[in-house]
């Protein structure tokens, strides 16, 4: 039996909350014979029309792939996409009485012409709103939060920008989640750096985190011992990574580096690097919504962050080799683990 089995079977005893913004991701698959006669672009004739979650609700996907319990709170329109992206959530089982409506705004839309396994266009169509009187969140959001907080054994919060994760959500959700002793972890915006304060963990990919260490002064990266803005070697990696891990004052820190894997930073530990374990790679998106949905889970189960980091990068070379925000099954996962013989 592998050593992280008794974790992945505890994966289906978890129920996980997932905040975030919320967003509807269309494909329209099909081919290319001729170009256009009205302007110098392809015409995709149309095969296949689908719809998967994305953002905050691709990472419930994910968890929900892997057997656990999930509720996913966000907002969307008022409108059909709304709907019809509570659809999708409630056919993967997915909990959505916390997905709120709020008349402000539209549901996020994302929708990606394919045509021969490439993508041609993405057209997105979204209405941003930061919610600056923090109306919608105490009217609408706390109290789902607090009324159904005891249920959950691990938070993530999956931060897209798009204006539902403020610092008065973060600051309520990570003193519940301290005072229940449970994980809470961030998929960051670096324009919220600020915001986190003493969550478990961080999942920031290369470029947030040097969008992160760009947004720090110059005397405070030369006092925390970052020479560099650029992850361009693994030695400026361990020296950013430490500094930002020092600087943000969190738990551990999981930076994922692409082809060059991922590595993890812990209070008082030398960092950690785990090389790919990617053998292909058809698309990256989503990549991280698996990585921190497997992360979270894990710690949930009992693993530690090295325990927890290792079986997310097995999840996310499994991810990378599928077209589309994909999810990654059980199956799969133990298939992987066994296949390492470390």
């Known amino acids: 039996m592998h050593k992280y089995a008794g974790i992945l079977n505890s994966f289906a005893q978890k129920h996980v909350l997932v905040i975030g913004d919320l967003i509807l991701d269309q494909y329209i698959k099909g081919s290319v014979s001729r170009i256009s006669p009205e302007a110098p672009v392809p015409v995709v004739l149309q095969e296949q029309l689908f719809h998967t979650p994305g953002g905050a609700a691709n990472v419930a996907n994910n968890l929900s ?13 008022d409108d059909a996409e709304g709907v019809l992206l509570k659809a999708v959530l409630a056919a993967r089982h997915i909990r959505t009485d916390g997905v709120l409506t709020d008349k402000r705004v539209e549901t996020i839309l994302k929708t990606r012409i394919i045509a021969h396994h490439q993508q041609v266009v993405r057209v997105d169509r979204e209405t941003v709103d930061d919610d600056p009187d923090n109306a919608f969140y105490m009217r609408s959001v ?36 301290r005072k229940k002793k449970i994980p809470v972890v961030v998929d960051p915006k670096v324009e919220h750096l600020k915001f986190y304060g003493p969550v478990t963990s961080i999942t920031p990919n290369r470029k947030e985190t040097e969008n992160a260490l760009k947004s720090l002064e110059p005397d405070t990266r030369r006092a925390l011992g970052i020479g560099s803005t650029r992850l361009n070697n693994m030695k400026v990696v361990f020296e950013s990574g ?22 993890l930073f812990e209070e008082g530990k030398e960092p950690h690097h785990i090389p790919t374990r990617a053998r292909e790679v058809f698309d990256v998106s989503g990549a991280g919504d698996t990585v921190i949905s497997v992360f979270t889970l894990a710690i949930a189960a009992g693993a530690t962050r090295r325990q927890a980091a290792d079986i997310a990068n097995h999840a996310a070379g499994i991810v990378v080799a599928k077209v589309g925000a994909a999810a990654v099954s059980p199956e799969e996962l133990v298939r992987s683990l066994k296949e390492d013989k470390a």
């Open 65 to 77: 792939s892997l057997g656990a319990r999930v509720a996913l709170v966000g907002r969307v329109g």
């Open 142 to 177: 706390a109290p789902f939060i607090k009324k159904n907080f005891s249920h959950f054994d691990a938070v993530i919060i999956s931060d897209y920008g798009k204006g539902i994760v403020q610092s008065a959500l973060v600051a309520d959700v990570t003193a519940l989640c």
């Open 242 to 263: 430490k500094g930002l891990l020092k600087y943000l004052g969190i738990d551990s820190l999981l930076i994922t580096l692409g082809e060059d894997g991922m590595c």
